[in-house]
Structure formats: C-alpha cells, structure tokens
C-alpha cells in the first residue's frame, strides 16, 4: 500500500517567517497531491493541490512544490500569520486510493 | 460551510452498543467517504461510495458497516462499540468517482464510548 510520510510532525515558527512540510509517498501512481488544513476542533479544509503534470503552484501566501522522480511535494507558507497555526495534512492520491498523511501541528508564535 | 451535514454532532453511549451515523453530501456529489480522526491522530480511511456502490475500502473494521441510499445520503454503524472506537467521525464528498480530487468534509460526530 502507499506510505506517505510527512516531516517535520510539529513546526514552531516566528510570526512572519516562513514554514515549510514535506511529504514523501511511495506509489509511482499518485497523480494527485493536495494539502488539507485543519484548525483545533474543525474539519479539514483543502488548501492547495496540484495535479502531476505542474511543478508548482502558488497561491498568495501559499505554494505547493511536485517533485515526481523523487517522489515527494511539499507545503510552503510565507509570511506565516497566528491564523496559519493549524494541522497540515498531506494526501497523495491517484485514482483508486488515496492516503492522508499524519499530519503536520503548525504553531505561529506572536 | 462545506454544504456536507453530518448528524449527530455528538453522541455517548456505552461498550457493546451500536449507533448510527449519517451524511448527507453536499448537493450534486456521488461519492461519500468516511474517515476516522483519534485523538491526536490522523485521518483513517474507512470506505467509500459513489452512486449508491461500494467503490473502495480502507481499514474498516468488520463490526462497522456502511451504505448509501438512492438519494445519495450515507450511514455509518458502528456496532459492538468498543473504548477505541472513540473518534470523530467525519463524512466528506466529491463530485468525482475517483479518489484524485477535492474532498468536502463535513463537521464531524464526535462518538464517546463509555
């Protein structure tokens, strides 16, 4: 089965400095890598994906980086703000399957 | 507002008993997935439908079982309850059959099993 693992499980950022998640899957299949974001107590929202023919995507504040050799994409948030201070959860996916990962605890200090 | 409704919100019941959960996705989407959240821990995929059939599984649990009906509306039960079934619970939706694209979660049921 696919094992996505994400790095760092917990991130500890001054505010305004920049924050960056990497995911690491194992399916060569995996065509589909989004970013969901979940506040303390709330449901997970998506942030930003990327399909497998883009490299990268931004959007304001917020980028996701593919590299598909390598088989990892990443999270990258500038600027951080105290509403950034969240869990991060990978899930690369293809067709058939879909694997979140277990999450990365985002705290953006004052 | 994600436009997907789960009910209840909260429910507490005891080991050994079976409760009902449900999802009504959001309006035009076929496929529902369910997912188990610990404490502290990620998001466990159970199953998921699309159009009323079963179209892939996770690690779901035999004393768990899961349906959706024609007007697309999905239950989750959960029987011979245990401790560790204590979890939120969450529905989410797609438009799509496959696995690769947006997902819409609803709030949650927050299951506490005494």
């Known amino acids: 089965g696919e094992n996505v693992e994400q790095h760092p499980s917990t991130l500890s950022v001054q505010e305004g400095d920049s924050a960056v998640i990497k995911c690491t899957y194992s399916d060569s299949a995996s065509n589909y890598f989004p970013w969901y974001k979940q506040e303390l107590g709330k449901r997970p929202q998506l942030i930003i994906d990327?399909?497998?023919?883009?490299g990268e995507k931004k959007d304001q504040r917020i980028a996701v980086t593919l590299n598909k050799t390598a088989k990892h994409f990443s999270l990258h948030i500038t600027e951080t703000q105290p509403e950034d201070s969240a869990v991060y959860f990978c899930?690369?996916?293809?067709?058939?399957?879909?694997?979140f990962g277990a999450g990365t605890t985002v705290t953006v200090r004052a | 507002d994600s436009g997907v409704t789960q009910t209840p919100k909260h429910l507490i019941t005891a080991t050994g008993q079976r409760v009902t959960l449900r999802c009504s996705p959001r309006s035009g989407d076929l496929s529902v997935y369910w997912y188990q959240q610990s404490l502290d821990q990620g998001l466990q995929f159970l199953i998921q439908?699309?159009?009323?059939?079963?179209?892939a599984k996770g690690n779901i649990l035999e004393r768990f079982s899961a349906q959706q009906f024609p007007d697309l509306h999905s239950e989750l039960n959960l029987s011979s309850l245990e401790l560790g079934d204590s979890a939120l619970y969450f529905c989410?939706?797609?438009?799509?059959?496959?696995?690769?694209?947006?997902?819409?979660f609803g709030e949650g049921s927050r299951l506490t099993v005494l």
């Open positions: 439908y699309y159009n009323g059939e079963e179209r």
């Open positions: 899930a690369p996916s293809n067709d058939y399957k879909l694997s």
């Open positions: 990327i399909r497998s023919n883009v």
């Open positions: 989410a939706s797609s438009t799509r059959t496959s696995q690769a694209g947006e997902l819409f």
